[in-house]
T-cell receptor
Framework: AQTVTQSQPEMSVQEAETVTLSCTYDTSESDYYLFWYKQPPSRQMILVIRQEAYKQQNATENRFSVNFQKAAKSFSLKISDSQLGDAAMYFCAYCGQGGSEKLVFGKGTKLTVNP | DAGVIQSPRHEVTEMGQEVTLRCKPISGHDYLFWYRQTMMRGLELLIYFNNNVPIDDSGMPEDRFSAKMPNASFSTLKIQPSEPRDSAVYFC??????????????FGPGTRLTVT
C-alpha cells in the first residue's frame, strides 16, 4: 500500500520569507499524481498544487512551487514571499494511476507565519 | 456553484445514538468521497462512490458505519450505534472523472462530530 510521510509536524517562517515543507512517499507504481492541500483554521481543504509523475518539470502556482524528485520519491512544497494568510495545515497527498481516484494523505505540517 | 455542501456542520450526540451525516456533491461530479480526520490518524478515506455505486469501502472502520448514495446529488454516512471514538471531523469531497485522472477533489466544510 502507498504511504505518504511528512516528517515536519510544525514549521514556522517569517512573513515575506521562503519556507519548504517536506514530503516523501512510497509506491511501486510508475504513474501517479501528487498534491499539496492547505487546511486553514476554517477546516476547508483547498488544493494548492498538483504534479503528474510523468512530467519532469516541477509544477508552479504563483508563490507556490514543488521540487519533485521521482527517484528519491520526494515531493517538497516551497512557499515564497510567505504571507500571514499562508498559515495553515499543509497536507501532501498521493493518487495512483490504477484507475482509482483514492487520495492517500500524509499527517500534515502545521505552518505558522510570524509577522 | 455552491461547492460541496455538508450538514450538519456540528453534531453532538450521546453514545449509542444513531448519527447521519449528509452531503451534496458539486453538480456534474461523478465521484464522491467520505473522509474522517482525527489528530491521531490524520485524514482517512472511508468510502468512495462512482456514479452512485460504492467502489471501495475498505476504509469503513466497522459495521457500525454505512454509506449510501441514492442519487447523484445526495449521499449519507450513518453511524449506528455511535461511540466516543467516532468523534472526528467528517469530510465529503467530490470530483469529476474521465480519461485524464485524477481530477481535483473539492472538499466540503466538514461535519464535526462529538460523541459523549
Amino acid at each position: 500500500a502507498q504511504t505518504v510521510t511528512q516528517s515536519q509536524p510544525e514549521m514556522s517562517v517569517q512573513e515575506a520569507e521562503t519556507v519548504t515543507l517536506s514530503c516523501t512517499y512510497d509506491t511501486s507504481e510508475s504513474d501517479y499524481y501528487l498534491f499539496w492541500y492547505k487546511q486553514p483554521p476554517s477546516r476547508q481543504m483547498i488544493l494548492v498544487i498538483r504534479q503528474e509523475a510523468y512530467k519532469q518539470q516541477n509544477a508552479t502556482e504563483n508563490r507556490f512551487s514543488v521540487n519533485f524528485q521521482k527517484a528519491a520519491k520526494s515531493f517538497s512544497l516551497k512557499i515564497s514571499d510567505s504571507q500571514l494568510g499562508d498559515a495553515a495545515m499543509y497536507f501532501c497527498a498521493y493518487c495512483g494511476q490504477g484507475g482509482s481516484e483514492k487520495l492517500v494523505f500524509g499527517k500534515g505540517t502545521k505552518l505558522t507565519v510570524n509577522p | 456553484d455552491a461547492g460541496v455542501i455538508q450538514s450538519p456542520r456540528h453534531e453532538v450526540t450521546e453514545m449509542g445514538q444513531e448519527v447521519t451525516l449528509r452531503c451534496k456533491p458539486i453538480s456534474g461530479h461523478d465521484y464522491l468521497f467520505w473522509y474522517r480526520q482525527t489528530m491521531m490518524r490524520g485524514l482517512e478515506l472511508l468510502i468512495y462512490f462512482n456514479n452512485n455505486v460504492p467502489i471501495d469501502d475498505s476504509g469503513m472502520p466497522e459495521d457500525r458505519f454505512s454509506a449510501k448514495m441514492p442519487n447523484a446529488s445526495f449521499s449519507t454516512l450513518k453511524i449506528q450505534p455511535s461511540e466516543p471514538r467516532d468523534s472526528a471531523v467528517y469530510f465529503c469531497a467530490s470530483s469529476r472523472g474521465g480519461f485524464v485522472a485524477p481530477y481535483e477533489q473539492y472538499f466540503g466544510p466538514g461535519t464535526r462530530l462529538t460523541v459523549t
